[in-house]
Structures are given as structure tokens and as C-alpha cells.
């Protein structure tokens, strides 16, 4: 939805006066937001989150490290017969940035778009509202370019950067579903629609949740989903709590350094996880807490974080001999015996079914010999 904001910011402080318009409901206007891809087996889809450029960023050094972390994710699919079909960028793009951080930043992936042959698909995080411009401005960069896939109808559904994409048998919207890729706005550090500046992080909204199962029932009952958000919900602390529980034998692997930054609220719980349930999700995947790429099959769900990409902002630095529980258990889930820092990207590669393989990229550039390591889930 198109939010017509009035936005001012102050130093690092935004206040913010809202007003909404909207022309329709988003009950009226579902094929608005579907996009669709041809399915394939072993179709990819890399995540980068949380590259944070802004006004203290190097672009030249950022898009240096893109540039690796590009071309070893396509010698890595390419090895296994497939190639990058989609690239979910799920967040946190920006901070504090200014118009030319932005345009330089979608000028840079319209040209990697274009050199590997894949599309890419934008969500917004919280930081990405915190910017030297309008974010209308933002939207509208989304939308005209040619290889982003992008969707704000102009009506009343929460949020930005609610769309679907169909993966059909053909490549059109008509065309039979094998998979569908769900993306939502899980990402406003304030409120968009009502004056509420001591909100802390958003949650996915009741009309969302609502919206993404009329989505899926419209593509079929039985598609299996996989959906993409930038904050962590309610369900992954529920889920790290559960797998810690003495005698627990649910599946977990990889780090959870610091909290999962979820709003905290009960009563801001969001109820996607468990309508996902009923509805063929297979696989949750975000980001903003840098420090975390903890992955977990909840109750038949594999919800997780990406991982972190790039060194903009800060990020967890492993050490082997850190005695820290959670580093250990990371460590152990691993198997890595080397010090490393937790950057790079996430892959998921979708299968005939409902089976897809989740693999995580560490990615470090050193003096000599850059760290590269793949850990499949």
C-alpha cells in the first residue's frame, strides 16, 4: 500500500505524522500483488539481509565484498546443475541513506540481475524507513526497476512489501503452481498508519496474515510456501524456549548470539506461523538481528534467520575458544574449528514436493585466501 506519510526526521530521532490513503480493499485486488516465475527442480533463492548502507558506507568496499559473495553462490549452484533464479533481499538495505546510496544500490543490482540471470525481490526493514528521503521515493525506486519484483497496490492492506511470487509450471500467472514465495512487511519501526513514535518493532498484522492465506488458497490449497519477512516473531523465541527444554529432540543448528529483537509484546504476537500451519508453509526466513542466523524445524516448520550480509553496521565476530554456551552450541552445529565472523548469505534450493535444502554461506574476505565456508541445514 502506498502510505502517504509526512515523515521529518531529526538527527537520529524520527517523528513521525501519518496520514493513509488507500482506494479499494485488498480482498478486491488480490492479482495485484502475485508476480509469477517459471518453476524448475532445484530452483535457487539467495537471501542477503541487512546490508545496511547509509551515509557512513563505503559503497565501493560494500559492492567489493557483493561481488565475491555473487560469484561464489553462482559457482556453488552451478555446481550443482542449477543456476540463481531469485534473490530475496530481506531488509534493512539502508540506514540514514541518502538518495545516492539508494540509487547506487539498485543501479549495482540491476547490473548483477542482469550478469547472472536472476530477478530480485525487495522487503522493507525497519531502518530502510529511516532515510534522507521520502519513503514513497523509496517504493517508487522498487517499482520501475526492471529486474525488482515489487508490489504496492494502492488500497488497504498493512504494510509495503506484501507480494507473492508463483512459481507455475509456465511461468505466468494462469499457469499451475509448484511453489509459492511469500513476502511480507514485518519491518516499521513506527507506525504507518496511526501517530505511535514509542513503538518499538513491528509485528506481521492480522490483515496480512489474512491477505498471504487468500494468496495461497488462490494459487492452491496444497503449493507448499516459503515466505520471507525482515523482524523475527513471537514463534522464535517460543521456538528457541521449546528446543532448549530438558529432553528436547527438535532440530536446531547454527547461532543465536544475541536476542531475537522481536517486539517483546504479547499482544503484538503475530499469528502468521501458526495460520501457516494449516496452510502449507514450509520454511520462515528473516533477519535484523545480526548476531543470529539460529535456524529451527518448528513443529513441522523450519523458521530461521539469514545470514547476516556484509560488515556495515556491526556483526558477530566467532571465536573458537569463547566459552560462551551459545557459541559453543554453534560451534558444535557447525563444525567449523576456525575463527570466523558471521557474514555472508543463505541459500534455499526448492524441490519437486515439498522438500527444499537450506544451506548457509560464511563468507570472510581475508589478506590471503578468503574464508569461504557452506553449512547445509
Excluded at 101 to 112: G, I, L, N, P, T
Excluded at 178 to 190: P, T, V
Aim: hydrophobic share 40%; with cysteine; glycine share 8%.
Amino acid at each position: 500500500m502506498n502510505k502517504r506519510t509526512s515523515i521529518a526526521f531529526a538527527m537520529m530521532l524520527p517523528f513521525v505524522l501519518v496520514s493513509c490513503g488507500g482506494s479499494g480493499d485488498y480482498k478486491a485486488h488480490l492479482d495485484d500483488y502475485v508476480f509469477a516465475m517459471r518453476y524448475r527442480e532445484g530452483f535457487n533463492i539467495l537471501q542477503l539481509t541487512d546490508i545496511h548502507w547509509s551515509y557512513n558506507s563505503s559503497t565501493v568496499a560494500s559492492k567489493a565484498y557483493l561481488d565475491k559473495v555473487f560469484k561464489e553462490a553462482d559457482a556453488h549452484v552451478k555446481a550443482n546443475g542449477g543456476k540463481l533464479d531469485l534473490v530475496e533481499i530481506t531488509g534493512d538495505q539502508f540506514m540514514l541513506a541518502n538518495t545516492y546510496h539508494v540509487s547506487s544500490f539498485f543501479d549495482y543490482f540491476e547490473a548483477k540481475a542482469a550478469e547472472y540471470g536472476f530477478q530480485y525481490a525487495m522487503i522493507w526493514g525497519n531502518h530502510d524507513r529511516h532515510g534522507l528521503y521520502h519513503p514513497n521515493w523509496l517504493s517508487e525506486q522498487c517499482q520501475k526497476a526492471i529486474h525488482c519484483l515489487y508490489a504496492e497496490p494502492e488500497d488497504n492492506l498493512y504494510g509495503r512489501s506484501n507480494f507473492v511470487i508463483n512459481l507455475t509450471d509456465d511461468g505466468t500467472k494462469t499457469g499451475a503452481a509448484k511453489w509459492q514465495i511469500a513476502n511480507l512487511d514485518s519491518g516499521a519501526s513506527f507506525s504507518e498508519t496511526a501517530f505511535a513514535p514509542f513503538r518499538d518493532y513491528d509485528y506481521i498484522r492480522e490483515d496480512q496474515v489474512d491477505w498471504w492465506v487468500r494468496e495461497h488458497e488462490k494459487a492452491g490449497a496444497e503449493v507448499p510456501t516459503i515466505a520471507y519477512y525482515h523482524i523475527p516473531q513471537q514463534d522464535n523465541l517460543e521456538a528457541w524456549n521449546k528446543a532448549h527444554e530438558s529432553g528436547s529432540t527438535m532440530k536446531h543448528k547454527f547461532f543465536k548470539l544475541e536476542g531475537f529483537a522481536d517486539n517483546g509484546n504479547e499482544r503484538y504476537a503475530s499469528k502468521f506461523i501458526a495460520e501457516g500451519r494449516k496452510h502449507h508453509l514450509k520454511g520462515a526466513f528473516m533477519g535484523h538481528a545480526h548476531n543470529v542466523d539460529w535456524t529451527v524445524d518448528y513443529d513441522g516448520i523450519v523458521i530461521g534467520l539469514g545470514v547476516k550480509t556484509g560488515t556495515e553496521l556491526y556483526y558477530a565476530h566467532v571465536d573458537v575458544n569463547s566459552q560462551d554456551p551459545a557459541m559453543q552450541e554453534g560451534l558444535a552445529s557447525v563444525g567449523i574449528n576456525e575463527n570466523f565472523d558471521l557474514i555472508g548469505a543463505s541459500l534455499v534450493t526448492l524441490h519437486d514436493g515439498e522438500a527444499f535444502d537450506l544451506e548457509h554461506l560464511y563468507y570472510n574476505e581475508r589478506a590471503t585466501n578468503d574464508f569461504v565456508r557452506w553449512v547445509k541445514w
